[in-house]
């Protein structure tokens, strides 16, 4: 059974402090590993699509990373809008992404 | 990336009604999805939903219950039917984007008394 974990579940920072989100995932069929980000009462919005082990993509403050069996977020000198829940998925077969519970993530001025 | 509008953004229902949820895509798409988040938890996949086709349900999720309607290719609403206050959850409908993942609209917040 596809099964996606985050850790951890909440962190709070300081701001400028830098720090990474993990998602750990299975590795039968994998197609894609999404990154989100979730705000308050809105949908997730697209952050990064890693497919395979070695990959990296950067955005901002943010970079993802993906082995065989991991994903890491990792997050450079925070500020406080990047304050958020972050969401890992996992894309199998039938283009079916499977969720992770998320990391609520803090960033404190 | 795919714009996705979502109708009504949050509505506050009784228990045994039936709400229906509008999906609208500004470009055309093959196939279309419907999650569940319900409180504090992460997305859950309803069912996906081909135009011209029978929706394709998750385990755990019955047409009788969430009936999906797909007449063409931008538009799709799923209904959730003989509510109890267990559906008091947010859905949230998605598309595949072209490259940039799948796309997800701003969400339906249903509260069910």
């Known amino acids: 059974e596809d099964q996606v974990t985050q850790s951890p579940e909440a962190l709070r920072l300081q701001e400028g402090e830098s720090s990474s989100l993990n998602c750990s995932y299975t590795v039968s069929g994998l197609r894609g590993l999404f990154w989100y980000r979730q705000d308050p009462g809105k949908g997730p919005e697209f952050l990064f699509t890693l497919y395979s082990a070695g990959e990296e993509k950067e955005k901002e403050r943010l970079k993802a990373t993906l082995t065989k069996k991991e994903s890491f977020l990792h997050i450079t000198a925070p500020k406080p809008e990047d304050s958020a829940t972050y969401l890992c998925?996992?894309?199998?077969?039938?283009?079916?992404?499977?969720f992770g519970e998320g990391t609520q993530l803090t960033v404190n001025p | 990336s795919a714009v996705i509008s979502q109708k009504p953004s949050r509505d506050i229902c009784q228990r045994g009604t039936s709400l229906t949820i509008q999906c609208q895509v500004d470009?055309?798409?093959?196939?279309m999805f419907w999650y569940r988040q319900q409180p504090g938890q992460s997305l859950t996949l309803i069912a996906t939903a081909n135009q011209g086709s029978e929706a394709t349900y998750e385990s755990g999720f019955v047409i009788d219950k969430f009936p999906i309607s797909r007449p063409n290719l931008t538009f799709s609403t799923l209904t959730v039917s003989n509510m109890s206050p267990e559906d008091s959850s947010i859905y949230l409908c998605?598309?595949?984007?072209?490259?940039?993942?799948?796309?997800f609209g701003s969400g339906t917040r249903l509260t069910v008394v």
């Open positions: 998925a996992e894309e199998t077969s039938g283009s079916r992404l499977t």
């Open positions: 470009s055309q798409v093959t196939m």
């Open positions: 998605s598309v595949a984007g072209q490259g940039r993942g799948y796309t």
